[in-house]
């Protein structure tokens, strides 16, 4: 097998800040190509009813912007933390032979506190969720 | 010579044509606007026997946001119309509309008040699929059609490079009445010269001679011990304010006085020994045409009441006087009363008092006049048309006042269809949420009200049975069972054996098909998409059993007065026999997938209950009532066309919850099967009509022979028979519960009244006890498991 040995300031295998900034730049480029094609190639003939909210056929009554229930903020704040750790978690199993024991300790700590997190939660009573008929 | 770069330009953009043609004409993106039986055929075409798949149509959308081709598929009725126009207006461009079924294109057989003569009157329409209802394959063929008129007709490049005219879509102008398009049934140009023969106008209409024919006496039925001892204890109490009326053809009835009749009500459901527990039927007569008025009040009140201990009925008749009539309310009495005197009130314009909210239920809450009277027009044709304008004016009324209890801050009101898929149909739930959970619910129906009784007062006596079929376009042929026997107990015509049976045979494969088509949307409703591609395999198999025997699917339109229209085809018996040795595994199937499901058991154990008191307050019947605990099945309790014959269980669950109310289903598709088996093998020689051909239409071979038989099949067949005067009510265990039959004749070739007691009607009212509390998620299960069906309740 061939070593890599093209050490460019384009080569992907190099990481640099510049061929990053390329690639930012491409990626805006594209997006906004894609855009603008797609809102200029779309044609548009706005009317009322095309702007008005769908609600099975019927006008709607009131705004939709209430104070939501709090439970829709806990469980996002919820899917939030876990989500997270999945993120961490990934990146250990990555590596999980670099990092050696030390890693696994510490990312075993790191599961260890979230669970006993997702528990406090369990025993508050943060995941009941649904109507007060279900609860009993 | 600046033109040149133009003309270029031009020209590259017409080659450029056909390959957004192509993109567009195989990635269509459907939306369904489901309206009724049609619908059925149409959700049928995306089941995994047919390959939607390849115009890029797997899934259909239920919103407009997402779609860029309208189906609009069955019935559009007047109410309903400004919503599709909505929708359609809601789209994106480019947009198709495709037309599917008889009554979208053109009213079809529905030419009745409620229903729009073709939604072209509204809509621009790029296809129409033709047929009552359409097959399946039918949808795709419309597919294929727009698929090609996509590709030849439309010049979208030039309108989406700006470069002026091009289209997105069809466009036109929709059609007008009288001008680009004729309402004459017989189609356009022949305006200017009068239909033949006459419009059947009760009380007279000239020139029929159905008032020359004699008939016997309707049939009388004797009364047993114990109705005889209800007419003495009544009479006993109550006394020259109740009269018996001596002859009847189906029940005991009497005529009871208005000021008296609460009382008598409150007597018969408490205090007599039978207890009359269940209101079966609440409805009213216009008597305003007959023929012979000086004997009728201006309209009479019909109650009728069934004991569930000893299955008997009784019938109270309250006279009521004035052109504006009034009464006092049952809804103290019973419960379910509320929605029936709505009806009553919508209908008949009579007025009760003490009605917690008397409104309009069935027609939109803006319509002029009450549709039953007999004043009132029969005919969409007789009406002004409905036009664009019309659909434009005429909005649904606002959820705001449904639903007056909304806590601004915290609640919201919320539109749950008519237009939605989880609503089973064209039904409002108009709930207040807070968070996920149903604080308030009301209802509306009337999105699917064909006028069903209506017509019924003008077809004549065997026109009107593919109306029936129509009534619950699931359960096909045991529609018209109900409905044939009413007649039949009218005029005392005797059923042979073997006619009895096949009906049986038939009502119990469509009992088999709808509980299948429950099955798969229930699991849906829950998340499961699987089981409807089993269940609709299935499904396929009764109907091809139900298509050899009778020549349709959905609607076979088969049962006669009498009998039925043709004996059992060669091979039926093999078909059967194979359906009955698989089918019992694949029901294991099901089982296996969907009943020890766990996410099912979470999602619809203890959800939706109802106990087994409210349920009989409420009028329930069907799998819903047996689902709480009571084996009541009329089919055992007081069988009808030879049901007492047949060897089989009457399934019952105790919790009265969806997960019970799917147990039942399940299992009684294990007792239809045994039931056809029986059916098939035993299955009696002989006649398959009767023999006595004055109500009926006689057989063909008899009819080519002799010439009584001749004389009566031109009568029967033309102006219809006459049924002796009088009335009888029938009724029959339909796959979703009771259906009943109240025909009334004033001795004419059509009904004078023609009353359907449907089980929707009260299994559907007590929708908002089942799910208050509950989060939406829970109601769309809850809806899934009541297993209701529009036509059904809207009529």
Same mark, same amino acid.
């Given at each position: ?39 200029? *190639? ?69 599961? /260890? ?20 008929l279900?609860?009993? | ?44 075409? /995306? ?24 189906? +609009? ?26 037309? $599917? ?7 079809? $057989?529905?030419?009745?008040?409620? @229903? ?26 419309? *597919? ?15 309108? +989406? ?41 009760? =009380? ?18 004797? *009364? ?29 009835? #009497?005529?009871v006085?208005k000021?008296r009749y609460k009382e008598i009500l409150v007597f018969l459901k408490t205090q007599h020994?039978d207890k009359y527990r269940r209101l079966e039927d609440l409805t009213a ?16 009140m019909v109650y009728s009441l069934l004991s569930l201990e000893?299955?008997s009925r009784v019938r109270l008749k309250v006279?009521l ?5 009034y009464t006092k309310t049952i809804t103290d009495i019973w419960p379910s009363a509320n929605w029936y005197e709505r009806e009553v009130f919508d209908m008949f314009?009579i007025r009760f008092e003490g009605h917690p909210n008397l409104q309009r239920i069935l ?38 006042l449904f639903i007056h209890q ?14 939605? @898929? ?5 039904l409002r739930y108009i709930v207040t ?5 149903i604080k308030e619910m009301e209802m509306e129906i009337g999105?699917?009200h ?13 026109? #009107? +049975? ?20 009413? @007649?039949?107990?009218?005029?005392? +015509? ?27 949307? #229930? ?24 298509? *050899? ?14 009998? @039925? ?21 694949? /029901? ?19 959800v939706g209950k109802i106990g087994l008191d409210n349920a009989i307050e409420w009028g329930i019947t069907g799998p819903n009532l047996r689902a709480c605990g009571i084996?009541w099945?009329l089919?055992?309790?007081? =069988? ?15 919790d009265g919850d969806c997960?019970a109310r ?13 039931? /056809? ?52 009510y029938?009724s029959?265990?339909?796959?979703r519960g009771e259906q009943g039959?109240y ?12 009353r359907i007691r449907t089980p929707g009607f009260p299994n559907v009212q007590v929708m908002p006890m089942l799910s208050k509390g509950w989060?939406?998620?829970d109601l769309?299960?809850i809806i899934?498991s009541v297993d209701y069906i529009l036509?059904d309740i809207d009529r």
């Amino acid at each position: 097998m061939q070593p890599i040995t093209d050490s460019g300031a384009f080569s992907p295998w190099e990481p640099g800040i510049f061929s990053l900034s390329i690639y930012t730049v491409i990626v805006l480029v594209l997006i906004s190509i894609l855009f603008f094609l797609s809102s200029w *190639l779309g044609e548009k003939k706005p009317g009322t009813e095309k702007l008005r909210a769908y609600e099975s056929g019927i006008i709607p009554t009131g705004s939709a912007r209430l104070r939501y229930p709090v439970p829709f903020f806990l469980v996002a704040i919820f899917f939030l933390l876990f989500d997270v750790e999945g993120a961490y978690i990934f990146s250990w199993a990555v590596a999980c032979k670099s990092l050696g024991w030390a890693g696994w300790m510490q990312i075993t700590f790191f599961i /260890i506190v979230l669970l006993a997190g997702l528990i406090y939660i369990w025993k508050k009573g943060g995941l009941e969720w649904g109507p007060c008929l279900k609860k009993d | 010579m600046g033109t040149m770069p133009e003309k270029r330009l031009m020209r590259l953009a017409d080659s450029l044509n056909p390959l957004i043609n192509w993109a567009r004409s195989r990635s269509l993106w459907p939306m369904f606007f489901g309206l009724s039986c049609c619908f059925v055929e149409e959700a049928t075409a /995306i089941t995994s026997r047919y390959d939607i798949a390849r115009f890029g149509a797997e899934v259909f959308r239920p919103s407009p946001r997402q779609a860029d081709l309208l189906i +609009i598929s069955g019935t559009v009725f007047k109410k309903i119309a400004p919503v599709v126009l909505r929708l359609y207006e809601q789209m994106p461009e480019p947009k198709w509309v495709i037309s $599917m079924g008889s009554c979208s294109n053109t009213g079809g $057989m529905y030419d009745v008040y409620s @229903v729009v003569q073709g939604v072209n009157q509204i809509l621009p329409v790029d296809v129409y699929i033709p047929g009552c209802p359409p097959r399946p394959e039918a949808v795709l063929h419309g *597919l294929t059609v727009l698929q090609e008129k996509i590709n030849k007709q439309e010049k979208p490049a030039r309108s +989406i490079f700006h470069l002026g005219k091009g289209i997105q879509g069809t466009v036109k102008p929709v059609l007008t009445d009288r001008q680009t398009k004729s309402r004459d049934p017989r189609g356009p140009g022949m305006e200017g010269t009068g239909i033949r023969g006459t419009e059947i106008i009760p =009380p007279y209409f000239p020139e029929t001679r159905t008032e020359l024919m004699w008939t016997p006496e309707p049939a009388k039925i004797e *009364l047993n011990e114990q109705d005889k001892s209800l007419a003495k204890t009544l009479e006993d109490r109550f006394g020259s304010s109740v009269k018996q009326v001596p002859h009847t053809s189906d029940m005991l009835t #009497f005529n009871v006085e208005k000021e008296r009749y609460k009382e008598i009500l409150v007597f018969l459901k408490t205090q007599h020994t039978d207890k009359y527990r269940r209101l079966e039927d609440l409805t009213a007569i216009d008597e305003s045409a007959r023929r012979n008025r000086e004997n009728y009040p201006d309209y009479t009140m019909v109650y009728s009441l069934l004991s569930l201990e000893t299955g008997s009925r009784v019938r109270l008749k309250v006279p009521l006087y004035g052109e504006t009539a009034y009464t006092k309310t049952i809804t103290d009495i019973w419960p379910s009363a509320n929605w029936y005197e709505r009806e009553v009130f919508d209908m008949f314009g009579i007025r009760f008092e003490g009605h917690p909210n008397l409104q309009r239920i069935l027609m939109p809450h803006d319509w002029q006049g009450h549709p039953l009277q007999k004043k009132h027009p029969g005919r969409a044709t007789d009406m002004p048309p409905y036009t664009l304008a019309d659909a434009q004016k005429n909005q649904p009324r606002d959820a705001g006042l449904f639903i007056h209890q909304a806590d601004s801050d915290n609640e919201m009101i919320l539109n749950i269809g008519p237009h939605h @898929v989880s609503t089973h149909g064209l039904l409002r739930y108009i709930v207040t949420l807070n968070g996920e959970e149903i604080k308030e619910m009301e209802m509306e129906i009337g999105y699917h009200h064909r006028g069903a009784e209506k017509i019924g007062e003008r077809q004549n006596w065997h026109q #009107f +049975i593919p109306y029936t079929d129509r009534v619950d376009y699931l359960a096909g042929a045991s529609n018209n069972l109900p409905y044939v026997m009413a @007649v039949e107990k009218l005029a005392g +015509i005797k059923v042979p054996e073997r006619a009895q049976c096949i009906r049986v045979m038939l009502s119990e494969l469509f009992r088999i098909s709808n509980h299948l088509v429950f099955t798969g949307t #229930f699991a849906h409703d829950i998340g499961a998409m699987t089981p409807t591609f089993y269940t609709f395999r299935e499904r396929e198999m009764v109907l091809d059993i139900v298509e *050899l025997i009778t020549g349709g699917r959905l609607h076979p339109s088969w049962f006669r007065i009498g009998g @039925v229209a043709s004996d059992l085809p060669e091979g039926w018996k093999t078909r059967i026999d194979e359906f009955v040795k698989i089918f019992p595994e694949r /029901i294991n199937e099901y089982e296996s997938l969907i009943t020890n499901n766990p996410i099912i058991k979470i999602r619809a154990k203890g959800v939706g209950k109802i106990g087994l008191d409210n349920a009989i307050e409420w009028g329930i019947t069907g799998p819903n009532l047996r689902a709480c605990g009571i084996d009541w099945d009329l089919r055992k309790k007081l =069988p009808y066309s030879g049901y007492e014959n047949y060897d089989f269980k009457i399934p019952t669950a105790q919790d009265g919850d969806c997960y019970a109310r799917y147990l039942v289903r399940i299992e009684e598709m294990r007792q239809s099967l045994r039931i /056809i088996k029986q059916a098939a093998e035993n299955m009696p020689s002989g006649r398959y009509k009767t023999d006595d051909y004055r109500y009926t239409i006689p057989e063909r071979k008899d009819m080519l022979k002799d010439i009584e038989s001749l004389i009566h099949h031109f009568v029967n067949v033309s102006r219809g028979p006459k049924i002796p005067k009088g009335e009888a009510y029938a009724s029959c265990e339909i796959p979703r519960g009771e259906q009943g039959y109240y025909v009334v004749s004033d001795g004419l070739g059509c009904a004078y009244r023609m009353r359907i007691r449907t089980p929707g009607f009260p299994n559907v009212q007590v929708m908002p006890m089942l799910s208050k509390g509950w989060s939406i998620s829970d109601l769309i299960t809850i809806i899934g498991s009541v297993d209701y069906i529009l036509p059904d309740i809207d009529r």
